[in-house]
């Protein structure tokens, strides 16, 4: 049987509200934070092929983070998913990608895992490197950007957009796939599905669980180290004017001329 | 002077704008090599007008672009062996994901997403802008070979002039277990600038009602580029390959400007380093209007075909 482990990521409120700490990292404990909303496209392909591969397939929905990180187990259990993996340890507080990925990529190895789905990037921290990361780390073939999933077998297919062109690709498992925001709309998990989460199987894994060596993580096992952070200055105040019986297209004109556009 | 890897995209034995600015920033750093994967010898001419001081040409016998592991495969095996003080990749289609791996690979710290690079005392340091632009950080990598992916117009390209020495090398391949390509289609080429690349973009959302013939009106008479907003995309308008905003494109021309779209954080993301911004919107609560240096309140159905009208008038008198 088959078993999807879909990762997905916590994160504080959005953008407007978030909050650099002393350390410069970015503030987590906040109350508000959700599932990364470009991980519910991943939770909601992994559902999609574990209804497409039947036969008892399941999804196992994994996340790296601190306690509050629970909510976006939750929230990929209410859609569906059948179990979850927390992996929750202080010393993977400050970790760069590489940390995160190494992290990541000793979880699924430790789970079944014939597909392995993440989302494009998260909202917070915007690389979209981790998918590459783990697949280099555990060796599996990646169908990365698809923006439509389908399965026959044992063989996931892809479509992929790029600017110039659109591939179809395909890999066998195990392998990993990360969907786009154009993959399908993600379901809202239903009464049912909400009520039925609460009584799904949350595991939690420290790092010695995992047996990673916690040099590789955290601020001490980072590699990169961020030096400054600086508020992007407000923009001027503009000039806005009301069209009336074509005012409005003289006055850009004349606005785009002063620019020396026309 | 220490050396740095440039990984160099190239089109129809050209190297590509892009390209150009990662070999100008790369010679703030040291001598840039650039490494090119398939291309004629040809492309020695270009790197060397940008300060290439090697170029390693990498065979490729399928004649296929190599896959983001071999393309890192082949830079880590590089690494290992010239020791540079920096690898710069630009981000187009997947430099992320050829640097994420070789991070892996030669196990190092990588910043994407760079907006300019300096050298502090020889080190390079990234500019990034994040959190939906509402920030700006530096970073540097403090382990390993840095590894810095740069975004399109960070910098204006500069020619240098100098000797380039070429060298062909192995592509190096990893995984035996790969994805295989069913099919492709290609997409049919737009006359118009490259959206990432475009000095003017002119964009439609929702307020268009899906027909977007005044805005590509208007984007041609400007020389530039047309752009959409994520409703506009999802209602089947216009091409997710045209979305700017944070799961689209993410642009930083001289002017933008934005017709029928509200200003959601999303968009605001991908739009809002613009230098100048423009704004046409019938609600004059929009929130585009907050960023806007120049907004009109007004109907874009009829503001955009008088303001084509005007252009072209200035332009014959």
Same mark, same amino acid.
């Given at each position: 049987m088959v078993n999807i482990v879909v990762a997905v990521k916590h994160v504080s409120g959005s953008a407007d509200e978030t909050v650099f700490e002393d350390d410069l990292t970015i503030d987590r404990t906040g109350s508000d934070g959700h599932l990364s909303e470009l991980d519910e496209y991943a939770v909601e392909q992994a559902l999609v092929l574990k209804d497409h591969?039947?036969?008892?397939?399941?999804?196992?929905?994994?996340?790296?983070?601190?306690?509050?990180?629970?909510?976006?187990?939750a929230k990929a259990l209410q859609m569906g998913a059948d179990d979850a993996v927390h992996v929750c340890d202080d010393a993977i507080a400050g970790s760069d990608a590489l940390g995160t990925a190494v992290v990541l990529a000793a979880a699924i190895g430790r789970l079944q895992h014939d597909v392995v789905v993440f989302g494009i990037a998260s909202t917070d921290g915007w690389m979209g490197v981790i998918p590459s990361m783990v697949s280099e780390l555990l060796e599996l073939p990646v169908l990365s950007r698809a923006s439509e999933v389908t399965v026959a077998g044992q063989t996931v297919r892809v479509r992929r957009d790029d600017d110039t062109e659109s591939r179809v690709l395909e890999a066998d498992m195990p392998l990993l796939v990360s969907v786009t925001d154009q993959s399908g709309e993600p379901r809202y998990p239903s009464f049912k599905g909400i009520m039925a989460a609460k009584k799904k199987p949350v595991l939690t894994w420290s790092l010695p669980d995992l047996g990673v060596d916690d040099a590789l993580v955290g601020a001490q096992g980072s590699c990169v180290a961020v030096m400054e952070v600086t508020t992007r200055p407000p923009r001027g105040k503009g000039v806005l004017v009301t069209d009336e019986s074509g005012s409005g297209a003289a006055e850009l004109v004349d606005f785009l001329s002063t620019h020396k556009f026309v | 002077m220490a050396e740095v890897l440039v990984l160099i995209d190239h089109a129809e034995g050209r190297i590509t704008k892009p390209a150009a600015e990662a070999l100008t920033l790369a010679r703030r750093l040291g001598a840039p090599g650039a490494v090119v994967f398939g291309a004629q010898a040809s492309v020695v001419d270009d790197v060397q007008s940008y300060g290439a001081e090697r170029l390693y040409l990498v065979g490729v016998p399928s004649g296929e672009s190599p896959s983001p592991a071999d393309r890192a495969r082949t830079l880590a095996s590089l690494v290992s062996e010239r020791e540079p003080a920096l690898v710069l990749i630009p981000t187009a289609s997947d430099g992320n994901e050829v640097g994420a791996r070789l991070a892996v690979l030669v196990r190092s710290g990588i910043v994407t997403d760079a907006v300019d690079l300096v050298s502090e005392d020889g080190v390079p340091v990234a500019v990034k802008s994040v959190l939906a632009g509402g920030f700006t950080t530096t970073a540097r990598?403090?382990?390993?070979?840095?590894?810095?992916t740069v975004k399109p117009n +960070?910098?204006?390209?500069?020619? #240098?002039? =100098?000797?380039?020495?070429?060298?062909?090398?192995?592509?190096?391949?990893?995984h035996t277990r790969d994805v295989t390509l069913v099919s492709r289609e290609r997409r049919a080429v737009s006359e118009r600038p490259d959206l990432t690349e475009a000095a003017v973009v002119v964009a439609g959302g929702r307020g268009t009602g899906g027909d977007f013939a005044a805005v590509e009106r208007l984007a041609d008479a400007l020389g530039g580029a047309v752009g959409a907003s994520r409703a506009a995309v999802d209602a089947g308008w216009y091409p997710h390959a045209c979305q700017v905003g944070q799961t689209g494109k993410v642009v +930083?021309?001289?002017?933008?400007? #934005?017709? =029928?779209?509200?200003?959601?954080?999303?968009?605001?993301?991908?739009?809002?380093?613009s230098k100048l911004i423009v704004a046409v919107n019938k609600d004059v609560e929009a929130p585009i209007f907050d960023l806007a240096d120049?907004?009109?309140?007004?109907?874009?159905?009829?503001?955009?075909p008088a303001t084509i009208d005007g252009i072209a008038a200035r332009g014959s008198a």
């Open positions: 591969l039947g036969d008892g397939a399941t999804v196992t929905a994994l996340t790296v983070g601190p306690a509050g990180a629970s909510d976006a187990l | 990598v403090t382990r390993g070979t840095p590894i810095v +960070s910098v204006t390209p500069d020619k #240098a002039s =100098g000797a380039c020495t070429s060298t062909d090398i192995a592509l190096v391949t990893g +930083s021309p001289q002017l933008y400007i #934005a017709n =029928g779209i509200s200003g959601a954080i999303q968009h605001r993301a991908g739009m809002q380093t120049f907004g009109v309140v007004g109907d874009l159905h009829t503001v955009l």
